[in-house]
């Protein structure tokens, strides 16, 4: 007896599906109700028509709650950031939409100078690894959100230590070289 494949596709067949199609949406066996988690831990849901989606056609929870609070698609370079550090806590009052990956960073810079010494202005020098106050502290990098910070002192302390290193190299160079 022939009927119509059960994927919803119109061929006839002597069985409930050709071959393959009950292996997509929810007649898949395995189908999720459209929800995963990723390995990392965010929380995807699949959308047909998004701008945001993956190969999969998979959109990040968190970027549809945004949107649904704002009304609108998130810009291109828009990024989530959970305020607790879980991935898949995707509540409006623990996601800020940052307007970059650069604004995102600070956050994460502040986060860890909090939790650190309790002073989200306060930066980690990269040589002694202490937290100190950006009046003390040089500033290296492009800009004070993504810097490269080293106290006075240490900076002093690294050059004499490259220079020695530099030396030693120079000294251990073959002499036809």
Not at 9 to 33: A, D, I, P, Y
Not at 73 to 100: F, M, R, T
Request: net charge positive; hydrophobic share 30%.
């Amino acid at each position: 007896m022939m009927k119509k494949c059960e994927c919803g596709c119109g061929e006839l067949v002597s069985r409930r599906f050709l071959s393959g199609h009950n292996l997509t949406g929810n007649l898949n066996q395995r189908w999720g109700g459209g929800r995963k988690v990723h390995s990392a831990g965010y929380v995807l849901i699949t959308i047909e028509n998004h701008p945001r989606k993956n190969s999969d056609g998979y959109v990040n929870e968190h970027f549809l709650v945004a949107e649904k609070a704002l009304g609108k698609y998130l810009p291109a370079k828009a990024i989530i950031h959970h305020i607790d550090g879980n991935p898949s806590n995707n509540k409006n009052n623990n996601i800020v939409i940052c307007e970059n990956r650069k604004y995102h960073n600070l956050l994460h810079v502040r986060k860890r100078a909090i939790d650190a010494c309790g002073n989200p202005k306060w930066r980690k020098c990269y040589i002694c690894k202490k937290y100190d106050d950006p009046k003390n502290l040089l500033f290296t990098g492009k800009t004070e959100e993504s810097p490269s910070v080293i106290h006075q002192a240490c900076r002093k302390e690294a050059l004499v230590l490259w220079r020695k290193y530099k030396n030693a190299k120079l000294h251990d160079l073959p002499e036809n070289w």
